[in-house]
């Protein structure tokens, strides 16, 4: 079982920065993949940002060239900085990770969601 932890969402005003934290936990050989998602109330949950073994990096259109993903392998954890933040980036974001145990194979995981909250 793996357990993923958000932390850093928060209220911030237009303009602003925030920087989100998703550590992974729990037994397993490797990660394959995180990435985030986000969901605004009445909107369906959409990809923002992610990084894969498989295909790299990528993001959503509307965040390009001003949110990063990265991630530190030594603590299992990603970090997703956003700048520049718009009232249009709030909602509650979600951390997911594809991992491969030896047992399992590879599953899904995700969080329980941070809310962020762009206004003035």
């Known amino acids: 079982q793996v357990q993923l932890v958000e932390s850093g969402g928060g209220l911030v005003q237009p303009g602003g920065s925030l920087r989100l934290s998703c550590a992974a936990s729990?037994?397993?050989?490797?990660?394959?993949?995180m990435g985030w998602y986000r969901q605004a109330p009445g909107k369906e949950r959409e990809e923002v940002a992610s990084f894969n073994r498989a295909v790299g990096t990528k993001y959503t259109d509307s965040v390009k060239d001003r949110f990063t993903i990265s991630r530190d392998d030594s603590k299992n954890t990603a970090y997703l900085q956003m700048n520049s933040l718009k009232p249009e980036d709030s909602g509650v974001y979600y951390c997911?990770?594809?991992?491969?145990?030896?047992?399992?194979?590879?599953?899904?995981?995700w969080g329980k969601g941070t809310q962020v909250t762009v206004s003035s």
């Open positions: 729990g037994s397993f050989y490797v990660i394959n993949g």
């Open positions: 997911h990770a594809n991992v491969y145990d030896f047992r399992t194979g590879s599953v899904d995981y």
